[in-house]
């Protein structure tokens, strides 16, 4: 399965340019964010169905996701903390958009944003495949990123780099151009501890989106990763083969 993912930018000079960008890179799911409405007639033309529309927090920018009519989309969480759910096929994904720290107010928010998502990773560890990708609004440097990353590798999320970074621990960077700072890593994949220890692990690349300030991502998951867990997940289960589903784990805690 093949999953894009993009901050397009609200104010993007280029909206058909941008959404044109996207459906290149030919994903089975589209996440497309900061997803107004003039992105919304061709990305319903070259993206596939829109599946669902929402809030990652209260007055934030709304995310979308496409996906091919075969798929099954199930609408999941809104917690207005930074990210909304879904989950495709067997496979929950965590859509992020954290909200951005340039006032000083925001930097708290910011901290519980990625606080709460770091305690939701950790519940969802074990459970099932899941994919956590978007736009964190964190750069590598700062303490709110150390902190996070280190709640992610204590409950064994992997984070995925690029396929063309021969040095993992300098993360690619996908924000902004022309930036004094330019460019760091705000855009991130992370994939959980069943799917980032399969055989076939997840890659990760990015791609130039036109009139945005961010890059977007491009991850393909192996059907064989994502079956593999599934399968760990059932071999666990207690009760006969077969009533062991998926619906359990869409309980929130």
Known sequence: MRIVCANVFCLNPTPKKAVEALAR???????????????????????GERRMTGLSRRRGMPISVYSRADLHVEEGASPGQGWIECRVGAMRLLLVHAIAPYLPWRIPKRRGHLTALSERMSELADNEPALTIGDFNTAHFERAWRRFASSAV??????????????????????????????????????CPRIG???????????????SDHRGLVVDVED??????CMTELAGAPGEPGEAGLSGSDSEA
Do not use: N, Y
């Not at 089975?28 to 919304?40: G, H, L, N, Q, W």
């Open 224 to 229: 064989a990763a994502v079956c593999g867990a």
């Open 25 to 47: 890179q030919g994903g089975d799911v589209t996440v497309v964010i900061e997803s107004t409405p003039r992105f919304a007639e061709r990305s319903e033309r070259l993206l």
């Open 154 to 191: 204590d409950s064994r999320w992997h984070w995925l780099t690029h396929e063309e970074d021969h040095r993992p621990e300098k993360r690619r960077g996908t924000w902004p151009f022309g930036s004094v700072w330019s460019p760091v890593a705000l855009d991130h994949a992370l994939v």
């Open 197 to 211: 220890g399969a055989e076939a692990a997840p890659r990760m690349r990015s791609f130039t989106v036109p009139g």
